[in-house]
């Protein structure tokens, strides 16, 4: 008897092992285990991290000392960076998984998720050249102009640099 094939809402997993691609076994259960780690971290620093940060973060690898957080940004990087040792704390005194926990290193992953211009790439190379096109014939506006003049009066001290700045907003 065959295998009865699974409907198209199964899980991608699912139509994978179907077909005979699964996942190699201890891939399949370190992913099982990242996923289970992953909420039960979202879960501990709910009150802690913002949800901008915690709707991007994934668990992506861990010893019992060492925590490898994937992120969306370089500015949540930094953030959880700068407050590992209050995470840890929370983590260490929260939770038995997490219980050894002496370090939480945090990776950056770019996801399509998280670009905000989901393009096919021809068409991005497309909409990128007509962007250029219409930025190079585009005027300043009133607050570049105000910016750049700001800066040539009061933190610039190089007078051709001055100039030049000048002569920017001037045309």
């Given at each position: 008897m065959s295998k009865k094939q699974p409907n198209r809402l199964a899980k991608l997993i699912d139509h994978q092992a179907f077909a005979g691609s699964a996942l190699p076994q201890t891939l399949a259960d370190n992913m099982r285990l990242y996923t289970k780690m992953t909420a039960e971290i979202k879960e501990l620093l709910v009150d802690c991290l913002p949800e901008e940060i915690l709707s991007t973060c994934w668990v992506?690898?861990?010893?019992?000392?060492?925590l490898i957080l994937s992120v969306g940004s370089v500015t949540a990087a930094n953030h959880i960076r700068y407050l590992q040792s209050a995470y840890l704390r929370v983590l260490t005194e929260q939770s038995i998984t997490f219980k050894q926990l002496k370090q939480i290193r945090v990776v950056i992953a770019k996801t399509s998720t998280h670009n905000h211009s989901?393009?096919?790439?021809?068409s991005f190379s497309m909409?990128?050249?007509k962007t250029l096109e219409i930025n190079e014939n585009q005027a300043l506006s009133q607050n570049t102009k105000r910016t750049i003049s700001q800066a040539a009066e009061h933190v610039t001290t190089d007078e051709n640099l001055k100039k030049a700045l000048l002569r920017l907003i001037n045309d």
């Open positions: 992506v690898g861990f010893t019992p000392e060492q989901i393009q096919q790439s021809s909409t990128k050249s």
